[in-house]
């Protein structure tokens, strides 16, 4: 998915948006609970009683239940994770990402929505059920929380003589295949504490880009995504003003303060 454009393709239908953003944030409520209520519940161990295929199996049946509303509610929108030319809309759902934090009932864990036309996010909604919360954005209305509006910060730290990330948080998640961050991870915490930041690995990439749209760490950097997983919670980062890149095959979110020494480090 390349970087959200800050000019939409078509004017967006307002009804629309409205409704769609309802729905979202109903089924983020609907899907937070359960997860919450099941999270580190699970038990066996090997072969079709692993925890890990229950856990698959709590994410595919939320999966389905929005697949089912959503069909339902919006008969001409695919859910679909491929681009569909014929139609200027299309569903994004990641029912649980940072499946080993859910599995050990570890906070780090989150259900993802997003409708998206051809140049990116309409409406987002991330539910961090360990939390408690949701978040939730459409182009151009700002993102919603239980709190009141929410700005990215536009600077992290700053002490004198120090660089923009003295004091910040910066993501970073390892993608499934095993590929670290660029320049790889010994060098890639060694660049970031360098400038004064800490590196965090929270285990769900929509996790940790939702962190940056909420103003608590100053980038997310992942040598990997998969646009699902990651499409709602940039919704919420465009709408609060971060800074998104796609370096290579990865994906940079930060605060316009500090994006581009961010992107510094990720050159070889």
Do not use: K
Not at 70 to 80: K, M, N, Q, R, Y
Not at 195 to 202: D, H
């Amino acid at each position: 998915m390349a970087p959200p454009s800050p000019t939409p393709a078509r004017p967006l239908d307002d009804g629309l948006v409205s409704r769609a953003l309802e729905v979202a944030v109903r089924l983020a409520g609907d899907a937070g609970d359960v997860l919450a209520a099941t999270a580190g519940r699970a038990t066996g161990a090997g072969g079709e009683n692993s925890p890990f295929a229950w856990v698959r199996d709590t994410g595919a049946t939320l999966e389905r239940h929005t697949r089912r509303v959503l069909s339902a509610e919006f008969p001409g929108i695919p859910v679909t994770g491929d681009p569909a030319p014929s139609t200027p809309y299309r569903w994004l759902v990641a029912a649980l990402d940072g499946r080993a934090n859910y599995l050990a009932g570890l906070p780090g864990y989150a259900y993802s929505l997003a409708l998206v036309d051809r140049t990116g996010p309409v409406v987002g909604v991330v539910a961090d059920p360990a939390a408690g919360r949701s978040y939730a954005a459409a182009r151009g209305r700002g993102v919603r929380t239980e709190d009141g509006p929410v700005r990215v910060s536009r600077h992290h730290g700053g002490a004198a003589g120090g660089t923009a990330l003295a004091g910040a948080l910066v993501c970073t998640e390892f993608a499934d295949d095993g590929v670290p961050p660029v320049p790889g991870p010994a060098e890639f915490v060694r660049r970031a504490t360098g400038a004064g930041a800490a590196v965090r690995v929270l285990g769900s990439a929509a996790t940790a880009v939702t962190q940056v749209a909420l103003g608590r760490a100053a980038a997310a950097v992942l040598p990997r995504y998969r646009e699902p997983v990651v499409a709602g919670a940039l919704a919420l980062a465009v709408e609060t003003g971060a800074v998104v890149a796609t370096p290579g095959d990865g994906l940079l979110v930060a605060a316009p303060g500090v994006a581009g020494e961010v992107a510094a480090w990720l050159a070889t």
